[in-house]
C-alpha cells in the first residue's frame, strides 16, 4: 500500500526560474527534495492533507465508474478496451481490477491513517476543526465504496474479509461525522454524515436505524466527490470516456425505451445524418449527458435517495401505501408526476426503477442489483460477476491470501 508520505508528495513540484545577467540566461534548478514525513506534523498542513483524501477519494470513483457501470447495465460497450469489455459481459476478472483495487483501497487508507495523524498534530483541537468532519466522511465513504462494489476484502495486508467489514467500519466513521457536525453546527456535513450512515445502515439490514437518519436529510441535500480540469487525474474518466471518446454508450438500454430526465443523453449524428458509432466502429453511440465536462461532480449522497431507503423499508414492511408516497416525493424533486401502485410487487418494480434513474453513473447500481438477486427480488446479474473480486496484485503481494 502506498504510504500516506507518497500520497501526500504529488502536489509538490519544484519552480524553474531563469535570470537575465548580460544577456546570458542561467537555468541551473535546485531540487529542493523529497517532503519529509515530519514537515507534515504540523497544523499548517491539515488543509492538504484532507484535501488529498478528498482526491484519493475521487480518483478511486472516477476511474472505477465506466466499469461498473457496464457491469450494471448501465451503460453499454461500444469502444476498444478490452478489460472494459469483460465487465460489460459480465465477467469481472482479479488480473482486469489491480488498478481499481489499488485505488479503492488507497482513498481508504489515506483517509483512515490521516486521521491518526490529524489526531496527533491538532491535539485537543482535533474534535473542534471542521476539517476533521470532513476527513471522518471522506473516510466512511471511501468504505462504503468499497463495501458496495468488491466481493471480500483485506485490510492492509491482512486475512479475507467479507465486504461488509467495510460498512461496519463506514458506520463507525459516519458516526463520529455526526457527532461533531452537530457540536460544531455544520449542518452540511451533518446532512452528508447522516446519509452515508443511513446508506451502510441498510446495507447492514439495520432498516429502522436507516430510516431515522434518512428522515433527517432535507430532499434536496446532495454531497459531493469533486473532480476538476486542473489536471488529467483530477477529472473524472467515464465524462472523458463518452466526451473524447466514445467507449460506453446509452444504446441498447432499458432508458432508451424509457425515457427519463434524470438519465439524460444524446444521439449522436454524424454529418450526413446517420447514427455516430463508437470507437467500436460498428455500435451507435449515444452519448450520456449527466456528465458534461471533466470537472463535473458526482453525487456521494442525496436527499431524493434518503426517500428511496425509506420507501424501500416500507416496502419490506410491505406497507406499499407510505412506500408510494415517500417515491413521489423524491419524484417531485425532480418534477416528475406521481406513480401509482397498489401491490407490493408492483412497488417493487418501481423503486428498483427509480433508484437506477435517481443514481445513474454514480457508481451504485451493481450493489443494488447484487443484493436483490441475493432476495431474489432481480434476477439481472443470474450467472454474471456482482463485485470486484481481490485483485491478482493484491493476491500475488498479501501473504495472508496464500
Given at each position: ?17 531563469a535570470?537575465?545577467v ?23 498542513a ?6 488529498g ?75 473542534t476543526?471542521?476539517l ?14 468499497l ?200 412497488g ?50 498479501n501473504?495472508?491470501?496464500?
Amino acid at each position: 500500500m502506498p504510504t500516506l508520505l507518497t500520497k501526500t508528495r504529488r502536489a509538490i513540484s519544484a519552480a524553474v526560474g531563469a535570470s537575465l545577467v548580460l544577456g546570458a540566461c542561467d537555468f541551473t534548478v535546485t531540487n529542493p527534495g523529497p517532503l519529509l514525513d515530519d514537515d507534515l506534523n504540523n497544523a499548517s498542513a491539515m488543509p492538504a492533507l484532507v484535501n488529498g483524501m478528498g482526491g484519493d477519494l475521487s480518483n478511486a470513483i472516477g476511474n472505477y465508474l465506466t466499469r461498473g457501470s457496464l457491469a450494471a447495465f448501465e451503460v453499454q460497450h461500444s469502444g476498444n478496451f478490452a478489460a472494459e469489455r469483460q465487465f460489460a459481459t459480465g465477467v469481472i476478472r482479479p488480473e482486469d481490477v489491480n488498478g481499481d483495487w489499488a485505488r479503492m483501497h488507497t482513498a481508504r487508507w489515506v483517509a483512515e491513517n490521516g486521521l491518526v495523524r490529524m489526531r496527533t498534530v491538532l491535539g485537543t483541537g482535533f474534535e473542534t476543526n471542521p476539517l476533521t468532519i470532513r476527513a471522518y466522511l471522506y473516510a466512511g465513504f471511501a468504505n462504503r465504496f468499497l463495501g458496495e462494489n468488491v466481493c471480500e476484502t483485506t485490510i492492509d495486508g491482512g486475512p479475507k474479509l467479507p465486504s461488509s467489514e467495510h460498512f461496519v467500519r463506514a458506520e463507525s466513521l459516519f458516526t463520529r461525522a455526526i457527532t461533531l457536525a452537530r457540536a460544531q453546527n455544520n449542518t452540511a456535513l451533518l446532512n452528508a454524515g447522516l446519509s452515508g450512515r443511513a446508506q451502510v445502515l441498510a446495507w447492514q439490514n439495520k432498516w429502522d436505524a436507516a430510516v431515522a437518519d434518512a428522515a433527517l436529510v432535507p430532499a434536496t441535500f446532495r454531497h459531493n466527490a469533486v473532480f476538476s480540469t486542473n489536471t488529467a487525474r483530477e477529472n473524472l474518466d467515464l465524462a472523458n470516456q463518452t466526451i473524447n471518446r466514445r467507449e460506453v454508450t446509452v444504446f441498447n438500454t432499458v432508458w432508451v425505451a424509457d425515457r427519463d430526465p434524470r438519465v439524460p443523453y444524446d444521439t449522436v449524428r454524424t454529418a450526413t445524418g446517420g447514427f455516430q458509432t463508437g470507437q467500436d466502429g460498428a455500435t451507435r453511440f449515444f452519448r450520456q449527458r449527466k456528465y458534461i465536462a471533466l470537472g463535473d461532480p458526482v453525487a456521494l449522497a442525496r436527499g431524493t435517495e434518503m426517500l428511496l431507503i425509506r420507501a424501500e423499508a416500507a416496502l419490506r414492511a410491505n406497507d406499499v401505501t407510505n412506500a408510494m408516497l415517500l417515491i413521489n416525493q423524491a419524484r417531485a424533486v425532480s418534477t416528475l408526476p406521481a406513480l401509482t401502485a397498489t401491490t407490493v410487487d408492483a412497488g417493487w418494480t418501481i423503486l428498483m426503477r427509480e433508484r437506477g434513474a435517481v443514481l445513474w453513473l454514480e457508481g451504485r447500481r451493481l450493489w443494488d442489483l447484487r443484493r436483490w438477486l441475493a432476495t431474489g427480488r432481480n434476477t439481472a446479474l443470474q450467472g454474471r460477476s456482482t463485485c470486484v473480486p481481490i485483485s491478482l496484485e493484491e493476491i500475488g503481494a498479501n501473504t495472508n491470501l496464500k
